[in-house]
């Protein structure tokens, strides 16, 4: 049986050019405002918003099984957080435990985090591990560099690293991850040498300066903010608002991140909100931040935006309010419509399963947080078989 493509009619499509009535797809989109061909399955969407798919630019895909983790009321360096897990890693029963579970399951548990919360792309900070190379449920950035900080390795090892990073690719480093004068001299380090270039991409910054980001800037990197994640260990974040009052600042150099559970919000969702309570940004730029913003800072061409010919990585999300921005801010995981990845439905709404049919995706009844949902066959199957489970997903 052939897949046929999905009209969505009477919709709000968040598209390049502004908002559109409709949109064609089938692995790619096909059309937007264009009327439906003979072929195509046309599915009234009631006025709900078409979105692109979200991007979550920094999590730690095999850590999201653990909850959240400290020992201190807070750090003036997450340096010092990672000497107090040391011990705890080998001591303490739950974190041993949690070390125990397959790398399949773990991973399984950080790509539902995603997938659920609407992120159809996502930049792992770890080594590309076999598993997220082909199959994985949510596509992961797969080139890319990265070095994890000036706390856990040389100068020499980070500037190794730096060099074996393909052409082309985001170099990711986690930087500044405090406000002790250590974390502050960490981008000078950087800068002497060599490694801050248009590719590298800072994660966290919360000791950055004005006069540093004024560095950033004019080197064309970018950061990745995580406000659940630093308010949680250090208790402030990085200034993003003073950042954005900068003459020389680009709000397109900016982009958001969850970490992981070990530290970070339950999901992209909570964290848009928990950015919004820490700053006082316009929601459009909390919406660029998950979309276009994470699709340049990762050199993602033909993610973060809906346009024809672009895979069809799509977020459909409820009339819960006038604008796309505020429907963002106000949503919850369980009341996302559908999240298809490459034309795929993999989670929706009962009430669109014509849209499953359609692209020959066979279903299982699933809830998510109480509500009632459908899961591609295929996903339930991975999740069945799982010796972890996501928290408020039944299957």
């Not at 797969?142 to 980070?158: C, K, M, N, P, V």
């Not at 001299?185 to 800072?202: M, P």
Request: with cysteine; proline share 5%; aromatic share 6%.
């Amino acid at each position: 049986m052939w897949r046929r493509p999905v009209a969505l009619v009477n919709a709000r499509v968040v598209a390049a050019g502004g908002l559109a009535s409709s949109i064609r797809f089938s692995n790619r989109v096909l059309g937007i405002d264009k009327p439906p061909r003979r072929s195509d399955l046309v599915v009234d969407a009631e006025g709900a918003f078409v979105l692109p798919g979200l991007v979550n630019s920094h999590d730690h895909l095999e850590l999201n099984h653990f909850g959240r983790v400290k020992f201190r009321a807070t750090y003036e360096n997450a340096s010092f957080w990672i000497e107090d897990m040391r011990p705890k890693l080998r001591e303490d029963p739950a974190l041993r435990k949690g070390q125990r579970y397959p790398l399949r399951d773990r991973l399984l548990v950080g790509a539902l985090k995603n997938l659920l919360s609407g992120v159809t792309t996502v930049s792992h900070h770890n080594p590309l591990y076999r598993e997220l190379r082909r199959g994985f449920p949510v596509p992961v950035v797969q080139r890319y560099g990265w070095a994890h900080s000036f706390h856990l390795e040389t100068g020499e090892d980070i500037v190794r690293a730096y060099r074996k990073t393909p052409r082309g690719a985001p170099f990711l480093i986690h930087l500044a991850e405090g406000f002790d004068e250590s974390a502050k001299g960490e981008l000078s380090r950087l800068r002497e040498l060599g490694c801050l270039r248009k590719n590298t991409v800072l994660v966290h910054g919360v000791g950055l300066s004005l006069e540093d980001w004024t560095s950033v800037h004019r080197a064309g990197a970018g950061l990745v903010w995580c406000p659940s994640s630093n308010r949680f260990l250090l208790g402030r974040s990085v200034s993003v608002d003073d950042f954005l009052d900068r003459e020389l600042a680009s709000s397109s150099s900016i982009a958001l991140g969850t970490d992981s559970r070990l530290s970070g919000a339950r999901d992209l969702l909570e964290e848009i909100r928990e950015a919004r309570a820490a700053s006082s940004l316009a929601l459009a730029d909390l919406l660029r931040m998950v979309t276009v913003n994470a699709a340049r800072v990762l050199r993602l061409p033909e993610a973060g935006r809906i346009a024809r010919g672009h895979p069809a990585d799509l977020l459909v999300v409820p009339p819960i309010a006038v604008t796309p921005e505020d429907a963002l801010v106000a949503l919850d995981r369980s009341a996302i419509l559908l999240v298809l990845v490459g034309g795929r439905p993999l989670v929706g709404a009962p009430e669109l399963s014509s849209v499953f049919a359609a692209r020959r995706v066979a279903t299982t009844d699933a809830t998510l947080d109480g509500r009632a949902r459908l899961l591609d066959a295929a996903l339930a199957r991975r999740i069945r078989s799982s010796a972890l489970s996501e928290p408020g997903l039944e299957v």
